[in-house]
């Protein structure tokens, strides 16, 4: 594809209610990273995937939160028993991978509000 | 740990003047730093990066950032401020030495509003 993609673009849920959200790298990134951005702050790091190692999930805030990649490619971050504080836009990126510092390419965002 | 300051939440300029959008950053050993930027109800674009060499770094839309290593800064500029760069910028750093993890920090962004 062109660019990465994410699925949803917007996703309302209840409060305690499980969520999942979809990302599409570009083909060929080895490297996919989870962000999440709430209103007025700046980019929170999730998780990152990098080929077939295993993921650095550092930044998952909570157990509550989990991703998988598979195959490589696509990847879905998952929220169990969502919480109001979810309530954000979640950025998927990808990149070239590799020990150079890349650029990452970043998906046009899911916007999570829970109620 | 690393961290990035944007100490302005929001700059104001007029069309044709030069603008500036402040960065620094704490990191160990040798950074690496880009700009992002993110327009209304779209993902991030990446602007530029500074790796190694030319202080000075040349991006997209004639967007530059000069990286000054004694002032540990990396202020994005541009000569001559458009309308359409009215967005959110945001200032990311990358250790060197990173243990393995190549996610970004960021700041928390500055508004860039060009007036017509």
């Known amino acids: 594809g062109a660019g990465v993609s994410q699925s949803p673009s917007n996703k309302v849920t209840e409060k305690g209610k499980d969520v999942e959200l979809r990302c599409d790298p570009i083909?060929?990134?080895?490297?996919l990273y989870w962000y999440r951005q709430s209103l007025g702050q700046g980019l929170e790091f999730l998780i990152y995937?990098?080929?077939?190692?295993?993921?650095?999930k550092s930044g998952l805030p909570s157990d509550r939160f989990s991703a998988e990649r598979t195959g490589g490619s696509v990847s879905t971050l998952t929220i169990q028993r969502t919480q109001q504080e979810d309530s954000a836009v979640y950025l998927c990126?990808?990149?070239?991978?590799?020990?150079?510092?890349?650029?990452?390419?970043f998906g046009p965002g899911t916007r999570l509000t829970v109620t | 740990a690393q961290s990035v300051a944007q100490p302005e939440d929001q700059v104001n300029v007029a069309e044709g003047n030069p603008l500036t959008v402040k960065c620094t950053y704490s990191?160990?050993?040798?950074?690496?730093l880009f700009w992002y930027v993110q327009y209304p109800n779209r993902g991030l674009q990446f602007l530029l990066k500074?790796?190694?060499?030319?202080?000075l770094v040349k991006g997209s839309y004639g967007f530059e950032a000069e990286f000054n290593k004694s002032q540990t800064s990396f202020h994005l500029k541009k000569p001559s401020a458009l309308v359409s760069d009215s967005a959110l910028y945001f200032c990311?750093?990358?250790?060197?030495?990173?243990?393995?993890?190549?996610?970004?920090?960021f700041g928390s962004g500055t508004r860039l509003q060009v007036q017509p």
């Open positions: 990126a990808s990149g070239a991978g590799g020990a150079s510092p890349y650029e990452q390419y």
């Open positions: 990311a750093v990358r250790g060197w030495a990173d243990t393995g993890r190549r996610a970004l920090t």
């Open positions: 995937f990098q080929g077939n190692s295993a993921p650095d």
């Open positions: 990191v160990s050993g040798n950074p690496y």
């Open positions: 083909s060929g990134h080895t490297a």
């Open positions: 500074y790796i190694t060499g030319d202080n």
